[in-house]
């Protein structure tokens, strides 16, 4: 099964970790097994306070109001990895996200989604999605099947109100 390839590179091991075999952090602290959404599509979307992209928070709470009734997870995840445009810590953060976007879609904790000290997640997503690589920016989304399988990514300039035909795909099966 791909979800338990076992990647090598330079002579030192690298293990992709099967998307419900990780463990995060929320926003909170407080430690979030992704093994709880077996059998549920998500949207994980690297998230930022100060980009350009920003407003998408907007959308992507749409999304998940719309959704999440039929087993849909929005699930953001701040982080500060492309110029700076997230400050703020994990408080700072989940109060921005409330105040100004509403946000009630699950948040991880803030941390990095590219590069050799990322998030156990983004080396999952960024090995098993067919466009493979790192993310290039805030407001990269994966779209997660109900078994761990990345079946779609876009970039930070698609717009989450026009994934809705790939979304239904999913809560339909």
Not at 97 to 105: D, M, S, T
């Amino acid at each position: 099964m791909r979800a338990f390839l076992i990647l090598l590179a330079l002579s030192t091991q690298v293990f992709a970790i099967p998307f419900h075999q990780v463990v995060e952090k929320d926003i909170d602290g407080k430690a979030y097994p992704l093994s709880a959404l077996k059998g549920k599509p998500v949207l994980v979307v690297n998230i930022a306070s100060q980009c350009g992209y920003t407003d998408q928070l907007s959308d992507l709470q749409k999304v998940h109001q719309k959704y999440v009734s039929q087993g849909l997870v929005v699930l953001g995840v701040p982080s500060n990895d492309f110029g700076g445009q997230t400050p703020e810590d994990d408080a700072g953060m989940k109060e921005f996200c409330q105040k100004k976007y509403n946000v009630a879609f699950p948040l991880l904790s803030k941390g990095p989604v590219k590069g050799s000290g990322k998030r156990a997640l983004y080396t999952y997503l960024a090995d098993e999605s067919a466009k493979k690589g790192d993310v290039t920016w805030n407001f990269t989304k994966f779209l997660v099947n109900g078994e761990g399988v990345v079946v779609a990514r876009w970039s930070a300039s698609d717009r989450t109100e026009n994934l809705g035909a790939e979304i239904e795909k999913l809560l339909k099966k």
